[in-house]
């Protein structure tokens, strides 16, 4: 089946450290996308990639990083500089670029908590 | 940049009793769409409405994109146990998704 798959699902971190959530799909989706969100709140978009290589800024980039080396993984690094990491992450793809007129599709998310 | 509210934030209903959550885009929307989260889980898309007055229907589901296409709806009709979850709408922002903040529904049997 194809589908989204994101590992881990439960990622303990120490404060200071850079942690990497895994993002694989087998959809043959040319966009990527992580979202973050906290308890009771929406969607918020750290990055997206329209094609291999290439990727954007969404509206809470600061302290993350990603990559796109391939058509299949996108995945995301929290790093240090990240103040407030503790969120729920999720990761979706669309079929063509352009999410405003395509459907994503989401993993099952990866939880995040930093002690 | 655009910005999509909800309201609202949080309903607990009966069994049986209807629910509408609305949805309120700051700028004129191309499409808009609906997703589900149930509680612990991920998003998953509903439906996309793409013209102005357009109403669509999924069982007891109904979804409506306003005239202006600034704002959409989506109502139940006598709600079950298995419509808990987070209802976001989502506009589209050049490349990108724009989610609303949520409606959160508990049903109570």
């Known amino acids: 089946d194809g589908g989204i798959t994101q590992s881990p699902k439960y990622l303990f971190r120490k404060e200071g450290q850079n942690v990497t959530l895994s993002c694989e799909q087998n959809?043959?989706?040319?966009?990527m996308y992580w979202y973050r969100q906290d308890p009771g709140q929406g969607l918020r978009l750290i990055y997206y990639?329209?094609?291999?290589?290439?990727?954007q800024k969404g509206d809470i980039a600061e302290g993350y990083s990603v990559s796109r080396e391939k058509k299949e993984s996108f995945p995301l690094t929290v790093t240090s500089a990240q103040k407030n990491p503790t969120a729920f992450y999720l990761c979706?793809?669309?079929?063509?670029?352009?999410?405003?007129?395509?459907?994503?599709?989401f993993g099952a998310g990866s939880r995040l908590t930093v002690l | 940049g655009q910005q999509v509210m909800q309201i609202p934030q949080y309903q607990h209903v009966q069994e049986g009793e209807d629910f509408t959550t609305y949805c309120n885009s700051s700028t004129t929307l191309s499409n808009i769409q609906w997703y589900k989260q149930r509680p612990g889980g991920h998003p998953v898309f509903l439906i996309q409405l793409v013209k102005s007055g357009e109403v669509k229907k999924q069982k007891r589901l109904t979804f409506q994109f306003g005239e202006a296409k600034k704002n959409s709806s989506l109502h139940i009709t006598a709600t079950q146990t298995t419509d808990v979850g987070t209802y976001f709408c989502a506009g589209p922002d050049f490349q990108k998704l724009v989610f609303g903040t949520g409606t959160r529904l508990l049903v109570s049997p």
């Open positions: 990639s329209q094609i291999v290589n290439d990727f």
């Open positions: 979706a793809s669309s079929k063509d670029r352009g999410a405003g007129a395509n459907v994503l599709t």
């Open positions: 959809l043959n989706h040319d966009a």
